[in-house]
């Protein structure tokens, strides 16, 4: 055998018995060396030449997830907080469609997976033969790219395509313009490493190239040629985004507006609010609460000309009304390829980074521009407001825990290093209105490529995979949603991971619906109320359970939490009482 240099396959005799089980090697040991993230693997019989090889690869971080739907959002975890692509392996038959859920996240989102599905060989497919259905383009319009490899045999033309066709999953998934690949792998028996068709291939003639470790060729950047001189009133609106280097980013959005004298609204979700002393203008984000000003005609803000959109828009229904009703010309600045504007403006998509945009309006220069009525006008109102904010946490402190007065505590407490995941529905929401800014660095993600609860619980399990702590905000359908994610963590006790669990037995969400006031079919079919014992569930799971009732438990209880282990907080709170809290403040 010829020096394998960079590739390390194994050549023991399991691996050797069959071209089954010499492809899931050389997969095994490709996917190692392009240096995937975690190898998340349901069990299945006709994965086994995959799984048995990704088991046993040195360089693999390998987790064994029995529910589908549990395993891929903990793949997305894991592939959004490392910045690397997770793999995906399952059975044939039905399994592959409980993914969906999170190839539709990542596809969103641009979280990249590389899904590996198992299969039977073309004579088994439409004949009723056991555990098969049409697994070729499952996902639909949901993957960057979706093929089929042969059946496998080992020759120099088939391997050389296998390598090939990993290195181009990776280079799509991870490309400004990527999110899920999706690959069919059908394999006949035998499965197992057991000696059958192939064992007596002289692997060993296979030339040397074949074990050189392959690269990740290096995609031209997708920067437009046209960048617009920006003049007039300018504001910047910055929506959720996880840079590299969030420090790198936050300084170039807010030298750009600098640059055009602009305030910068941030949502939670954009590194922008925890790099605020790094703002050179006015950081805004309390802009909820003044767009609600706005609108409803209490105040009037002065004249704005232009409008930059960096990412995407925040969350807030509000702020995306107000925008909406700008008749002023739209810059998104994205390097992603798709539609960024659900406004229809008037609109210029911009595909850069901020910081090349910054480059190119330094080298071009652009007018002048004074905007400090501009400024002036939103420096007041956000002091106003987050003072506001402030008197209303200690006014109520002594009447128990609302679920926004949630928001400032853990944000006084969480350590700098730990990673935040919020739960869409009200968390997200919350955290958008009241999460202060400040200079934490702190990093927040959520899945609002599709704005689903599904799955929170299992992405922050992936995330937490990388030793980080992780802290997940919660409410309880979304928790119950993804309880089967809790069968994981039994395996898993060296995580640092903390679930605060915002428990007001429903779907608090909807009481700030118009259909709150139609009463029935609400309560039953919108609320959905449930009467969990969740103390009762993380003790079968064997994890701990705190339940919190009081702001100075939650201070206690959180401090503690972030010592390590895994542990759910269960913070019980009024429903009403929330919705009246919100009112009275925002």
Not at 27 to 54: D, N
Not at 139 to 147: D, K, L, P, R
Not at 335 to 355: F, G, K, Q, W
Request: net charge negative.
């Amino acid at each position: 055998m010829q020096s394998m240099r960079s590739l390390s396959i194994r050549t023991d005799a399991e691996s050797l018995s069959n071209a089954n089980s010499f492809w899931g090697a050389y997969v095994a040991a490709v996917l190692a060396s392009l240096e995937v993230g975690v190898v998340v693997i349901s069990p299945g019989s006709r994965s086994t030449p995959l799984t048995f090889a990704c088991a046993r690869q040195e360089g693999l971080q390998c987790l064994s997830v029995l529910d589908e739907r549990s395993a891929g959002f903990i793949a997305l975890g894991a592939a959004r907080a490392s910045r690397r692509p997770s793999v995906l392996i399952c059975t044939s038959g039905s399994a592959a469609a409980h993914y969906l859920p999170a190839v539709i996240e990542a596809h969103e989102s641009g979280v990249p997976l590389i899904v590996l599905t198992a299969d039977r060989p073309a004579e088994a497919r439409f004949c009723r033969s056991g555990q098969t259905i049409d697994q070729q383009r499952i996902f639909g319009e949901f993957v960057c790219f979706a093929s089929e490899w042969p059946l496998p045999e080992v020759t120099e033309t088939s391997l050389r395509y296998l390598r090939q066709s990993l290195v181009h999953a990776v280079e799509r998934c991870c490309s400004p313009a990527g999110g899920v690949v999706h690959i069919n792998c059908p394999f006949r028996d035998p499965l197992a490493p057991t000696p059958g068709a192939g064992a007596n291939i002289l692997w060993e003639n296979l030339s040397a190239s074949l074990w050189l470790k392959p690269s990740i060729p290096r995609s031209a950047s997708l920067i437009s040629r046209s960048f617009p001189g920006i003049a007039g009133s300018v504001i910047v609106v910055a929506g959720g985004a996880d840079p590299v280097s969030a420090e790198d980013y936050a300084l170039s959005v807010f030298e750009l507006a600098k640059h055009w004298q602009a305030p910068v609204l941030a949502d939670v979700l954009s590194p922008l609010r925890h790099h605020a002393s790094l703002c050179k203008t006015v950081l805004v984000t309390s802009y909820d609460s003044v767009v609600r000003k706005l609108l409803n005609g209490d105040i009037k803000a002065p004249d704005i000309s232009s409008v930059v959109v960096i990412n995407e828009l925040p969350t807030s229904k509000l702020l995306r009304r107000w925008l909406g009703q700008l008749q002023v010309p739209f810059y998104w600045l994205s390097e992603r390829l798709d539609n960024r504007d659900p406004l229809h403006a008037h609109s210029e998509h911009i595909r850069s980074t901020p910081c090349d945009w910054l480059r190119a309006i330094e080298t071009e220069g652009s007018p002048e521009i004074r905007n400090a009525e501009l400024l002036d006008w939103w420096k007041g109102q956000e002091e106003y407001l987050l003072n506001r904010y402030q008197e209303k946490v200690t006014q109520n402190r002594h009447l128990g825990l609302t679920e926004p007065m949630v928001i400032p505590i853990i944000a006084n407490l969480i350590s700098a290093d730990s990673l935040l995941i919020l739960a869409s529905s009200m968390p997200v929401r919350d955290a958008e209105y009241f999460w202060p800014p400040s200079s934490s660095q702190l990093r927040v993600l959520a899945n609002r490529g599709a704005n689903g609860i599904d799955g929170t619980v299992s992405s922050a399990i992936g995330a937490a995979l990388g030793g980080q702590p992780v802290v997940v905000l919660v409410g309880d359908l979304a928790f119950l949603h993804d309880t089967n994610a809790l069968l994981s963590l039994a395996k898993l006790p060296h995580l640092n991971l903390t679930i605060v669990v915002i428990n007001n037995e429903g779907g608090g969400i909807f009481g700030h619906l118009p259909v709150a006031e139609f009463d029935p079919p609400f309560r039953e079919f919108f609320l959905t109320p449930q009467k969990v014992d969740i103390a009762q569930l993380c003790k079968a799971y064997d994890i701990r359970h705190n339940r919190i009732q009081s702001a100075v438990e939650l201070e206690q209880a959180f401090a503690a939490a972030l010592s390590g282990g895994i542990q759910v907080l269960e913070v019980a709170c009024e429903r009403k009482q929330a919705i009246d809290y919100r009112k009275s403040v925002l």
